[in-house]
């Protein structure tokens, strides 16, 4: 199906930057949309930031002006470069990968594994 590998989550104090990568392999044709969520203990699941297949982006509320999503099609990556992080920031981020069905309005969702980011104040 489609494999996805996450790196760049970590430790760092408020105000701090980090950077996101997610590269997916497989089959990924059509691609839809990729993008990352979050999850912080005791919540659920959030969308934190995605972009299409033609370039547009959705970002949450709470990370827009902060955060930029990013994508390199020639490597099927995807970036989140996060700035001026917030101890609220602290979750594991998981990417996520959709895919076009063919006939169908829904596009079939692949999962990372998740990399934590924690931020202290």
């Known amino acids: 199906q489609v494999q996805l590998v996450e790196s760049g989550g970590g430790l760092v104090q408020a105000g701090g930057s980090l950077r996101l990568s997610c590269a997916a392999s497989?089959?990924?044709?059509?691609?839809?949309?990729m993008g990352w969520y979050r999850q912080a203990p005791g919540k659920q699941r959030e969308l934190v930031a995605d972009i299409t297949s033609g370039g547009s982006t959705n970002y949450a509320d709470s990370v827009k002006g902060r955060f930029t999503i990013s994508r390199d099609n020639a490597k099927n990556t995807v970036y989140l470069q996060m700035n001026s992080l917030k101890p609220e920031d602290t979750a594991v981020y998981i990417c996520?990968?959709?895919?076009?069905?063919?006939?169908?309005?829904?596009?079939?969702?692949?999962w990372g594994q998740g990399t934590q980011v924690s931020v202290s104040s």
């Open positions: 497989g089959r990924i044709l059509p691609f839809y949309a």
């Open positions: 996520n990968y959709k895919r076009v069905v063919l006939g169908t309005p829904y596009p079939q969702s692949f």
